[in-house]
């Protein structure tokens, strides 16, 4: 069994993936490391280069072969919804949503500075603007793709770990 984590960026997937599979012996990948190791170049460099479909074809790509894996944590990024082929991959996989509100995320995003190289603006606008809008575009896709459902807006990394492990996540292959 695997487990997938999505949801928009800023939520913590990558953090609590690594406490996720430590606590699981499980391995852990994370699908924006592993594009970023197979294209040679940032996902900025990426999107700047050859803009977001371009991008969404090589994440379409890692998430196959993410999935294929066994007893493996995957951390996501966060648009991995907005293409449905993803959506049936995603099913291979017990997935769990990490949510968090718009102004959560653009406290997290601005605080963190990895956020300018990892995390390029997806519109014009930016910042809270943009993290609204896609928000609301991205919703119904997480609800479509998750298992299970964790607010992180009051949660520390650890906090998060202890109720995903909660969950009757064994139940499925």
Known sequence: ???????????????VGRQ????LQYEFADADDELVARDGRTIQQIFADDGEPFFRDLESQ????????????????????????????????TTCWL?????????????????????PNLTP????????????QRLPLYQKCADFTIDTDALSPAEIVTEILALPLLGRD
Do not use: W
Not at 2 to 12: E, F, V
Not at 104 to 119: E, F, G, I, S, W
Not at 129 to 135: A, N
């Open 20 to 23: 996720l599979a430590g606590a």
């Open 125 to 136: 606008e930016g910042g809270l603007t943009e993290i609204e809008r896609l928000l609301q």
């Open 62 to 93: 890692i998430l196959a072969d993410l999935v294929s894996r066994t007893a493996t944590v995957v951390a996501l990024g966060g648009g991995v919804v907005v293409r449905e082929q993803n959506h049936e991959l995603l099913a291979h996989s």
């Open 1 to 15: 069994m695997n487990i997938a984590l999505i949801g928009y960026r800023g939520t913590g997937k990558s953090t």
């Open 99 to 119: 949510r968090a509100s718009a102004s959560t995320l653009h406290q997290r995003l601005h605080a963190d500075p990895n956020t300018a190289a990892q995390r």
